[in-house]
């Protein structure tokens, strides 16, 4: 398949909604009496102070403590963003086992493999900008840049396929997680030549520490700076990121520690410089500033200021563009995407020798969870998922914005639309379901996803459903004629109604 046909297909996870508000009058639809009114967003303050979040607050701090007691932990810190806001965090343990210094939100972390979460930004940025486009060769910016191929008709590699670990090509560029010896820029470039791609391009996802170390080195010839001063003038600044680095022995950095022995020692690890893999390792960040990165997701409109991205650059970021073989998970433009429980969720974790960490992101919720740990087994993972279960789903639903309490969302006429429709394309049935509406085909196998009609203000509705199709995010309303409702307009199409 055509490598263009091939992302053209990759899955969706989520969709957007969205739809254009026409004027009832222009189908004859008559306007119910009741509409929605804008809806309040809750203060950092009060999602804080909300009981569930309190309650989840204690349930999860209960666990943690015990994680850290029966696996020996020596600190971990965490936190909750609530869109713009850092609206929980708490270090738990020690950041220096032996000096006995308190685990807090401001302690530092080598933050690992979450460098490349910076390293996509940079890219998109650029692209933006029209430095570059996604489907260009790397070999366009970097002319050196030659790796045996899987089979002799392999395509070039694109900027598009290092930032999705779809290149093929190999996971590291030499034995630097085991001799601590990474490799400079130039070492990279002169190893290059003599990598062996297991893959061609797109054939599977494959992890790839040295595809991002060569991202990084296309920013640099891109942008004219090193990758860790565009990193710290286009990133860190704007966010106001000040406690963060790059590859540098910062004080209030956590000692990291190896795996735990049986008998129940860990030894403390070096600082360790990843050099010429920066771009794919080497960033040091705390809960607070990444609290402000995750902020940053959630964000719409331009480019510009503490906008370090556009909505659209954040949306492909955010959507699966590869997935995995057994098609459980998939890869975005820098961020790892599941989905568990109805849910997507949108991370990176990171693992250096001494600390591990995770960043998980619920964009429908606006809310992310944060977890870094100085332990080489510390599992982050596990416990992000735990933290978002626990207090990132309180927080979500703590923080929705609630409707004015004065204003009824469900209109008792609005029972009139309830009937049988029927077109071209087979029947339709709304039914009134608990003070709502909702659309099933007659001749469905089931009934567990209904289509859903939401109200959205002047007797009309939104077409919401859980997975894509043509009408999704569209406009319902209805026609009536006489006193009584004749026909359902779903977009731009109509059903008529038959009883």
Do not use: C
């Not at 000096?99 to 979450?114: D, E, I, L, Y």
Request: charged content about 20%; aromatic content about 8%.
């Amino acid at each position: 398949m055509p490598r263009s046909t091939s992302r053209r297909h990759a899955l969706a996870l989520y969709v957007v909604l969205a739809g254009l508000l026409l004027s009832p009058s222009r189908t004859g639809a008559q306007p119910a009496t009741s509409s929605t009114s804008p809806a309040s967003s809750p203060s950092p303050a009060a999602i804080a102070a909300d009981a569930e979040v309190q309650g989840a607050v204690r349930l999860f701090t209960a666990w943690l403590d015990g994680q850290l007691l029966y696996r020996h932990l020596p600190g971990v810190a965490v936190g909750v963003v609530a869109d713009q806001q850092l609206v929980w965090s708490k270090g738990f343990g020690l950041a220096d086992v032996a000096a006995k210094v308190p685990m807090t939100p401001q302690t530092k972390f080598r933050m690992a493999s979450h460098s490349k979460l910076f390293t996509a930004t940079a890219v998109m940025q650029l692209r933006e900008q029209g430095k570059l486009r996604l489907d260009d060769p790397v070999a366009k910016y970097l002319p050196w840049f030659q790796v045996k191929r899987a089979s002799d008709d392999d395509p070039e590699i694109t900027i598009e396929e290092l930032l999705t670990h779809s290149s093929g090509l190999p996971r590291e560029a030499g034995s630097h997680w085991t001799t601590f010896e990474f490799p400079t820029s130039e070492e990279l470039r002169g190893l290059m030549a003599e990598r062996q791609a297991p893959f061609a391009p797109e054939v599977r996802w494959k992890y790839s520490n040295l595809a991002y170390s060569v991202a990084g080195l296309v920013v640099e010839a891109v942008s004219g700076q090193r990758w860790a001063d565009y990193v710290q003038q286009h990133i860190y600044q704007p966010l106001g990121m000040t406690a963060s680095s790059v590859d540098t022995k910062v004080d209030g950095l956590a000692t990291g520690y190896n795996r735990l022995l049986p008998d129940n020692s860990r030894a403390p690890t070096p600082f360790i410089d990843a050099k010429g893999m920066a771009a794919a390792t080497g960033i040091t960040s705390t809960v607070d500033d990444m609290a402000k990165f995750a902020a940053a997701q959630f964000r719409t409109g331009r480019r510009g200021g503490a906008n370090i991205l556009s909505t659209g650059s954040l949306r492909q970021m955010h959507r699966v563009r590869v997935l995995e073989s057994n098609w459980t998970q998939g890869n975005a433009i820098g961020f790892a995407v599941r989905r568990e429980r109805d849910r997507i969720y949108v991370s990176h974790g990171g693992s250096y020798p001494g600390y591990q960490t995770q960043t998980m992101l619920f964009p429908e919720g606006k809310v992310a969870v944060i977890v870094l740990t100085n332990a080489d087994d510390a599992n982050p993972g596990g416990i992000a998922t735990q933290l978002m279960n626990t207090v990132g789903e309180a927080v979500a639903k703590a923080a929705a914005p609630k409707a004015d309490a004065a204003t009824e969302t469900w209109d008792p006429s609005w029972s009139r639309f309830a009937g049988l429709y029927r077109g071209r394309g087979g029947e339709s049935q709304v039914i009134e379901l608990n003070k709502r509406l909702v659309i099933i085909s007659p001749n469905a196998a089931n009934l567990d996803s209904p289509i859903r009609l939401e109200p959205i203000g002047n007797g009309q509705f939104r077409y919401t459903a859980p997975t894509g199709g043509g009408p999704v995010g569209e406009i319902v309303r209805f026609v009536e004629e006489g006193g009584r409702v004749v026909r359902m307009y779903t977009g731009d199409g109509y059903v008529e109604r038959v009883r």
